[in-house]
């Protein structure tokens, strides 16, 4: 059944869901319009995107299927960190010569995050520190080449060596090797920081339509994008629908592959209990390949997420699905209430690097963040803006590094991806 405009679709419950701080609904889109840009999808990458382009001076219409922020924008663990996944991948195509370009990319969302905050009046508990925490020796080793590498780039004033035996004090639980501490990083509300963003975009002119799928487009010197009920003709166009994307399949099929990630929210803890666990209110995130990842709201609750799935096939029950992680972690939370328990899709790409480039001269798109999407949605929205002004040095890096699809379609596809990290899941626990 196709949602009226009047009757808008809800949005999966959760903690954020519960907390948002708009109320914004808009229209479906039931006419043909035409715009100097039409944007596909209203996540992160779709409304940084629109709000860079018409800060720029550009008319901007943007298309979602859901509601602004209903995906992974909406229901992440809201941490906020540095650096490219697949940097590996990236550096050997890019080299040392743009490792400075790098690094700086893999912060950059950052700071427009932070600017965006002050200039917009956007309140979404954007809290700075996170840390690093080993569960395995190799990773207490990786954590101090991290250091180094870190250290060289002039954020030693940033970074702090945890060993084991002052972990506990930092964050209430003695199940960690080790832990680097970053206090660039940090997090936020997701949902918060997302329509905070649109409502700036709207404030600068951009037109948002909510429940309009995009079913067609139509390539040419201007672009039409077909929704059920109307049309954007545009001079260009950005696809930002990240794991939920199913557009321009002859490109994109196989590219990336949504994953599930799940989270609860626990009931609020007392002020003495929340300075015993983590008094610094640092996100926190393990070093295995399929990780476990927790922080606390505004509200003092625990947000503990993980139990990553590649299979397609949700938990029957996430609450269950997820307390022993929790329980193991910390058990002195054991008769705690779980207030809220949710899961998403994010965007896995197989070697980790993000995908960004065109489709012929202007259609453009950026998805696949492996867990990245909260800072480099913002960073890959600035590079999709400058491509579409004429500066496209650093998207054609990106569109230029080769990727493999999964072969044998999205079913099979997914199962060999999850055969793959059940393999890691193992590797993790040797």
């Not at 960190?81 to 370009?101: F, I, T």
């Amino acid at each position: 059944m196709r949602l009226s405009a009047a009757e808008p679709e809800p949005y999966p419950a959760s903690y954020y869901a519960a907390t948002r701080n708009e109320a914004m609904e808009f229209p479906a889109l039931c006419a043909d319009v035409r715009s100097d840009i039409c944007v596909v999808g209203a996540g992160f990458t779709g409304i940084a995107t629109a709000l860079t382009l018409a800060e720029r001076g550009y008319s901007v219409t943007v298309l979602e299927q859901h509601r602004v922020g209903w995906g992974a924008s909406g229901r992440s663990g809201g941490q906020m960190l540095g650096g490219l996944p697949g940097e590996a991948a990236l550096q050997k195509y890019w080299g040392q010569s743009r490792a400075d370009a790098l690094f700086e990319l893999g912060y950059r969302g950052h700071d427009i995050i932070a600017q965006r905050v002050l200039k917009y009046g956007i309140e979404c508990d954007l809290t700075y520190g996170a840390i690093d925490v080993a569960r395995r020796p190799r990773h207490v080793e990786r954590l101090k080449r991290m250091h180094e590498a870190l250290c060289a780039r002039g954020m030693e004033g940033q970074l702090r060596l945890v060993t084991a035996v002052d972990l506990p004090e930092l964050i209430g639980t003695d199940k960690y090797l080790g832990g680097l501490v970053n206090t660039r990083n940090g997090h936020l509300h997701p949902l918060n920081l997302c329509l905070g963003e649109a409502r700036a975009a709207v404030g600068l002119g951009v037109t948002v339509y909510e429940c309009s799928e995009v079913t067609a487009i139509e390539h040419g010197p201007q672009v039409l994008v077909r929704t059920a009920q109307g049309s954007v003709r545009a001079d260009s166009v950005v696809l930002a629908g990240n794991g939920y994307q199913h557009l321009e399949p002859a490109v994109l099929a196989g590219m990336v592959f949504p994953a599930g990630s799940y989270i609860v929210a626990t009931e609020p803890l007392e002020f003495a209990e929340a300075a015993q666990i983590n008094p610094d209110s640092l996100a926190v995130c393990d070093m295995n390949e399929v990780p476990d990842y927790f922080r606390f709201s505004a509200d003092r609750r625990l947000l503990f997420g993980g139990r990553c799935s590649y299979s397609g096939r949700e938990p029957r029950n996430i609450e269950k699905a997820m307390l022993p992680r929790l329980r193991d972690i910390y058990p002195q939370l054991s008769l705690k209430q779980v207030d809220y328990a949710w899961g998403g899709k994010i965007g896995i790409v197989v070697n980790r690097v993000p995908l960004m480039g065109r489709i012929g001269p202007n259609v453009f798109y950026a998805l696949g963040y492996s867990g990245h999407g909260v800072s480099l949605s913002h960073a890959f929205a600035e590079l999709l803006a400058d491509a579409i002004q004429g500066d496209s040095e650093k998207m054609d890096i990106f569109a230029s590094i080769p990727h493999r699809k999964i072969p044998l379609g999205k079913k099979f596809g997914s199962q060999i991806v999850a055969l793959g990290m059940l393999y890691y899941r193992l590797r993790d626990l040797l």
